[in-house]
């Protein structure tokens, strides 16, 4: 009985602790937010103001820094080209990017062999051009906002990593690549098997566009390219780019098999793997060297993400603290954005939006930074200030900061 009463007591003490108070509690609302957040500009291509120094103290104490985007955003782009040299200033000298491994080298050769790398970039988008400039062979470079942040990190010679699988307009780029690796006999001895693989593989690809074929099930029952691949795969130095080729076809096969939780967990897992080999490959120092890394927000939580998967962002944060560092975890939301020729409000065109107690503080002309680690201190323990929706207490987990930028716009092509 003595002993029941003691667990009867360490558990009412720690339901004190854990379970959500009601008394003294409120809605967390924009108000409260308020004290959280501070506000910055771009000027002459650096942040400046109160914001700005907040992050660049924020990513000075972290090893890793995590840009969590939402995709085609010409903003964040502008944000990231802005951010690289405050980041080189404090030591960073690493950039991974939600691309392929091979298309990651193709960016350093016109990193390291350009001082033009918006003009690099054109000529390569141009040639690898897809339903009218929807899409390109690497994604996330289609446009000059994209160009101008490689040129930043460029000029500092950053070492570049792809994590991702190649894309799913990118095994052109691929065969391409595979064929002019080879010296000028191979390529005299070869040349009727790549043409013949090429033509196949456009042709695929002209059918997926047109809904009559699935590209990655067809690429694995063409013999055509399947054999031009074991050919490649027997030569020194194209080992890797069949690899990529062949583990980015089975990894859109499963999505397209839906097989949606095995494709992201072995997606997850393939970008865990290559940030290990580019990492032994580059010598980093798991102590002390520092690295932007840019992709989806999705892909750069802490925790398990929204697909259910731990996914870079996590491997990231439990490297850090394992060798006594810190990771920083950035995401954005957009306010305003310009639509058919006019500035709309999230507020007004969602009033019910999940993160609209955090977007209604953003400002059309000025950014805004929100310190989302302040408020998780008054979620969990007791005295518990704030109750919160679970999509805003999932954010306030995976997240240390989020930046509201000033009116989003469709990026400026540049195919």
């Known amino acids: 009985m003595k002993n029941i009463r003691n ?5 009412l003490s720690f339901s004190l602790i854990l379970v959500p108070q009601l008394r003294g509690q409120d809605s967390l609302n924009t108000d409260l937010i308020k004290p959280f957040a501070r506000f910055f ?6 942040l400046d103001g ?3 120094s907040f992050i660049e103290e924020a990513s000075e104490n972290s090893q890793y820094t995590l840009i969590g985007e939402y995709h085609g955003s010409k903003k964040i782009s502008e944000f990231t080209e802005a951010l690289i040299p405050q980041l080189d200033e404090h030591n960073y000298r690493y950039f991974a990017l939600e691309v392929g491994p091979i298309s990651a080298k193709k960016l350093t050769q016109w990193s390291q062999s350009t001082n033009d790398v918006q003009q690099a970039l054109f000529d390569f988008n141009h040639r690898y051009n897809y339903m009218d400039g929807d899409f390109t062979a690497i994604p ?15 000029l500092r010679n950053w070492a570049l990593i792809g994590l991702d699988q190649e894309f799913y307009f990118g095994f052109e780029m691929l065969l391409d690549v595979l064929f002019e690796q080879l010296n000028s006999k191979e390529q005299q001895q070869y040349q009727s098997a790549y043409q ?16 009559k ?8 029952h063409c013999s055509a390219i399947q054999d031009f691949l074991d050919q490649m795969n027997l030569i020194s130095g194209n080992e890797a780019t069949v690899d990529a080729f062949r583990t980015s076809i089975a990894l859109y096969k499963m999505n397209n098999d839906r097989q949606w939780r095995a494709n992201n967990e072995q997606r997850a897992l393939y970008m865990k793997q290559n940030m290990r080999q580019s990492m032994e490959q580059l010598g980093f120092d798991l102590k002390q060297d520092k690295m932007l890394i840019k992709m989806g927000g999705y892909h750069n939580s802490r925790g398990q993400s929204p697909m259910e998967v731990f996914d870079v962002g996590n491997m990231m944060s439990e490297l850090a603290e394992f060798h006594g560092n810190s ?8 306010r305003f954005y310009m639509e058919e020729g006019r500035v709309k409000d999230q507020l007004q065109e969602e009033p019910d939006g999940r993160y609209n107690i955090f977007a209604a503080l953003g400002k059309k002309d000025q950014w805004v930074v929100i310190d989302l680690r302040e408020i998780q201190h008054g979620l969990y323990y007791y005295p518990i200030k704030y109750r919160v929706t679970k999509e805003v207490e999932d954010l306030i987990k995976r997240y240390d900061l989020l930046i509201i930028p000033p009116i989003e716009a469709d990026p400026t092509p540049n195919y």
Do not use: C, M
């Open 213 to 220: 074929r699935r590209l990655p099930t067809e690429v694995n």
């Open 327 to 334: 990771s920083l975890h950035i995401t954005f939301t957009p």
């Open 50 to 52: 109160a914001g700005a």
């Open 140 to 154: 996330f470079f289609s446009y000059k906002e994209d160009a101008a942040f490689l040129q930043q990190s460029a």
């Open 41 to 46: 500009e771009i000027k002459d291509g650096r």
């Open 7 to 11: 667990l009867t007591w360490l558990f």
């Open 196 to 211: 013949t693989a090429k033509d196949s593989l456009n042709a695929i690809t002209r059918d997926d566009i047109a809904e």
